[in-house]
């Protein structure tokens, strides 16, 4: 079997120190050499056929070069793009990212926490975060450093890269109302994860802001960020306030699920109830109707987080400190105006005497079913 080349070998062949080398072959350390040298050193490298070897490398600086990634749900089309945005950070520094599933179940995070630990990961990027997790204490206790993407935690102290949850949700609301909405209700997320309970009071502020009574701002939570649960907040938010003109989900898949629970009912939107999402996952344009919702750079949150990553373990101490990216509203085909406008108190004298004239029935839906008429 022919001899592995190795970096000494590597350094003869380009006429450099091995030092040199090194320095060139890592991304981090690149700019120290010039350009003619390193391009003379990767020549050399191609010529012999040499590969890093990655465990006589972490001998040499005690690192790992491997990155430890928790991801609540893979099936959950946002958090593919955010594994890539860390991994391409990751691997231009020479990092390996190593991805762990939890299906949001504590214990497998736990146990995936503890895998990472017995192979001595240097860092950790956690998308998995309760607002009250024990996890986030053991982190601490194995001296990792970490940082928290997509979610944070209510006792803060660890750096996140996180979105303008409240400020997303605003950005739903203030559209409907300009749409002309009033009876506007909210699909809220899980409240035991911050998304949930930022874009919930993102919605509670909005809505009061808008001048809507906090008796006008009805809430459902959903127990999950999954189609099924969306469509159980859905049927209790309509059971309770059958007259809602909209609905604001608190992510793209509880918006899928609140289509199902109008479809159910013979409603269709946005003919009778529009509908905002948030965080406009792939082929959230491809849905009947498209989705309006608010835009998340998911892969940027990736890439925030990673880049955060690598400054906390160059700069071990440092404080911990929170990068929030700033969303934006995609409007579609699943909101327009309210197909029925309030009706004015004197008015409704009027409107009861003309549905009670003989031969002529009340208003009724497509599917047949008599329509409720706002109040």
């Known amino acids: 079997m022919p001899k592995h080349a190795g970096i000494h070998d590597v350094a003869r062949a380009a006429g450099v120190h091995p030092s040199t080398v090194s320095r060139v072959l890592n991304a981090r350390t690149r700019h120290l050499v010039t350009a003619a040298v390193a391009a003379r050193v990767a020549a050399a490298a191609r010529r012999l056929g040499y590969t890093p070897d990655p465990v006589a490398a972490g001998l040499r600086t005690r690192r790992s ?31 390996t990212a190593v991805v762990a599933n939890t299906d949001n179940e504590p214990a497998r995070a736990r146990a995936a926490l503890e895998r990472f630990a017995a192979r001595r990961v240097d860092g950790l990027v956690l998308a998995t975060a309760l607002r009250r997790d024990a996890l986030i204490a053991r982190v601490k206790a194995l001296g990792l ?47 035991r994860l911050s998304t949930g ?34 469509a159980q907040a859905a049927r209790a938010l309509l059971d309770a306030r059958p007259h809602l003109t909209a609905i604001v989900a608190a992510n793209d898949l509880l918006a899928l699920g609140c289509y199902d629970e109008l479809a159910r009912r013979g409603l269709q939107c946005p003919r009778d109830v529009s509908v905002v999402g948030f965080n406009d996952m792939p082929f959230a344009d491809r849905f009947s109707p498209p989705l309006t919702t608010v835009h998340i750079p998911h892969r940027l949150l990736g890439v925030e987080a990673a880049r955060l990553l ?63 008429r706002y109040r």
């Open 310 to 372: 690598l400054e906390a373990i160059e700069r071990s101490g440092a404080p911990a400190r929170e990068v929030r990216l700033a969303p934006r509203l995609v409007v579609r085909g699943s909101t327009a105006g309210p197909r029925q406008k309030p009706v004015a108190p004197g008015a409704r004298l009027a409107q009861r005497g003309r549905r009670s004239s003989p031969g002529q029935p009340p208003p009724r839906t497509a599917a047949g079913a008599p329509r409720q």
């Open 145 to 191: 450093p970490a940082v928290l993407v997509n979610r944070t935690i209510e006792a803060g102290a660890i750096p996140a890269v996180v979105n303008d949850d409240a400020g997303g949700i605003a950005l739903a609301v203030n559209h409907l109302v300009a749409l002309g909405h009033a009876a506007i209700g909210h699909v809220a997320g899980p409240q």
């Open 197 to 230: 309970a930022a874009r919930r009071a993102g919605y509670l502020a909005a809505m009061k802001a808008s001048g809507i009574p906090a008796r006008g701002a009805p809430v459902a939570a959903a127990r999950s960020y999954d189609i099924a649960a969306g």
């Open 65 to 95: 070069r491997a990155i430890g990634v928790l991801i609540p749900d893979l099936a959950n089309p946002v958090f593919p793009p955010i594994v890539r945005g860390i991994e391409s950070v990751l691997t231009d520094a020479g990092y």
